[in-house]
């Protein structure tokens, strides 16, 4: 009974939307690239170099935006790495983005190495503070729930609205979708296949680094060597789980996240019981099952994995 | 006007001569993080050198940390050539060879059956494998002796792998690497079954038109993978601690891809990649001791060489034309 009043908490609730944040940007991000038709393995070493960069260069003096501008850039920099090995190369997009998340991991790593050789705790900075609702905070359940986020949870949830609305409702969209699904029909309408993908990867790419500066600049002060700990592949897990919809990667996150603030409250208190590890495994369980039942009915972009040159089919 | 040709076939010295030259590329690349952190380019890479090449010791253990970079490296090698993207070589060598092949078999039915993707499966089944035997240390397999250590009860000294030098750590897990190397060689070059798994990755649609299961063909792929992959473990385990902890492989599966690449999917080719991506770790090692620059330089170069030879296999493959 205990546990089932854990979901009555208005901390509870918060935890799942801190903890979904991240998850979100690099859903998105993902969902952006494989509508395309690229799939970007480089997530989970975006995640790193975008946490990185994003704290780096805070403590270095820049304002918070700028360290998210930082991040955004340093992952639309790895995007570009990517694309151009997948897009115009035509490379296994496996292979190529497994390469960009070991240099992206261990660029920032050892860029971290090199500025701060010999620290124990890393320097902290001033993260982002919750947003001051003003007079809604007072809203029962939702003011305190909603009154812990940050200004980057916020522009997580306006991106979504923002991707959702670019793939649905604009012609860029309309493209793009094309490119994921029928890259001949997208070049015989006189638009560049190629530019399309290489522009979806480096704006996914961005939005990934930016899911990886949310762990350094708001869930968290600093950075750590480690801390991005799987989260990419987790958003790989939940495009397929969300169709490559917005509205339902926004849900998977969200579900995510509640489900890890549940059983970090559930281990204190059944903890004596269970191991730890069972606990801490339960995300990557979860996932995987929530794979098995997405796959069978999943609506893959058609052309996903497919390389395109002008006129060869 | 920038065209992009396909070649008929990859010039000869192309296919041989591009992973030295990517390997070569990779530490000139290296340059560059090594100046930027400030360090004695030169110097740098004379240390590399000595730490590897300078003495038996080094070479010694330049072959140690070879040794479980062959078995991944090939547990990715064989996987690839069918085009089941096995990413778990880092989580299966926890379980030994039996049950890694075991823990390959639920990604690749799943990939087979449900069509499940089975790279997102094998990711993230290796942090359900390194929490598992986390578990397993903290719980039942712990070492009453070990002062409260997570690791297991040391091996009895027979059941252990026999060091092949005195007094060095390079042990006869090398032998059974380059053993499997040869053995799957052979397999996939001289067997219906080896022809199976390459007409597999190759064509899947053909194969199956041929009357080839492709669902079995790739389980056993899977299987022999996934083997590869938990005889890295058990060599590490048996020839070199002794005992399981949780920290085995560091980097091993992620490296054993690269190995792979670079070895252009062939077996035999992985033993000298592992033996150049071990160097690397070695070397790097050593002169970061020397300099105080970060030894995450070796996943730098290792992840670099890679970028190079996937490029370089796009240079081998294409003619591109100007004009």
Known sequence: MDLLSIL?????????????????????????????????????????????????AVWLGASLWGGVAAAALTGAGFGLL??????????????????????????????????????????????????????????????????????????????????????????????????GDNPDAVDAQGLSVHGLRIGAVVAGSALMAVGGAFLTMSAFDAFFIGMVNGRGW?????????????????????????????QVRAQTQAGAVLPSQIFLMAPYVLSIVALTLAARGADYPRALLKPWFKGRR | MIRIEPRDAPPRALRWGLPPLAALAALALAAIPLWLAGADVTRAYGLMAQGVFGSAFAVSEMLTRA?????????????????LWNIGAEGQPYPGALAGSLAMAAPTVMKARLGVDEVVTTLLLNFVIILFVQMMLEGPFKDPMGMGW?????????????????????????????????????????TTWGFRVRAVGENPAAARHAGISVGRTLLGVGAVSGALAGLAGVGEVAGLKGYLTADLSPGFGYAGIVVAMLAGLSPLGVVAAALFVASVFVGADSMSRALGVSSYLADLIVALSLICVLAGGFLARYRVRMG
């Open chain 1, 82 to 179: 990517h694309a151009a090995l997948t897009v115009p190369l035509g490379l296994s997009q496996h292979v190529s983005g497994l390469a960009v998340t070991l240099l992206a991991s261990s660029s920032a790593y050892f860029t971290y190495r090199t500025v701060l050789p010999d620290v124990a705790a890393p320097p902290r900075i001033e993260p982002f503070r919750p947003l001051d609702l003003g007079p809604f905070a007072d809203i029962p359940f939702l003011g305190p729930v909603l009154g812990q986020q940050t200004a980057l949870t916020w522009a997580a949830l306006a991106m979504v609205a923002l991707v959702w609305w670019v793939l649905n409702r604009t012609a860029l969209g309309l493209a793009l979708r094309a490119v």
């Open chain 1, 234 to 262: 987790i958003c790989i897990a939940l495009v397929i789980f969300a169709s490559w919809r917005p509205g339902k990667a926004l849900l998977g996150a969200l579900l995510f996240g509640a489900f890890e603030a549940f």
């Open chain 1, 8 to 56: 009555l908490t208005d901390s509870f609730w918060a935890a799942s939307l801190r903890i979904a944040t991240p998850l979100i940007f690099g859903v998105l991000g993902a969902l952006v690239c494989e509508r395309a038709g690229v799939l970007n393995l480089g997530i989970e070493g975006i995640f790193v170099a975008g946490s990185l960069a994003g704290w780096l």
């Open chain 2, 67 to 83: 040794t479980p970079l062959i078995l991944t490296g090939l547990a990715a090698a064989v996987a690839f050539r069918a085009r």
């Open chain 2, 150 to 190: 997570p690791q297991s009860e040391p091996m009895v000294e027979a059941a252990m792998l026999p060091r092949l030098f005195d007094r060095m750590r390079v042990h006869a897990g090398l032998l059974i690497g380059l053993a499997a190397a040869l053995a799957a060689h052979v397999a996939l070059s001289r």
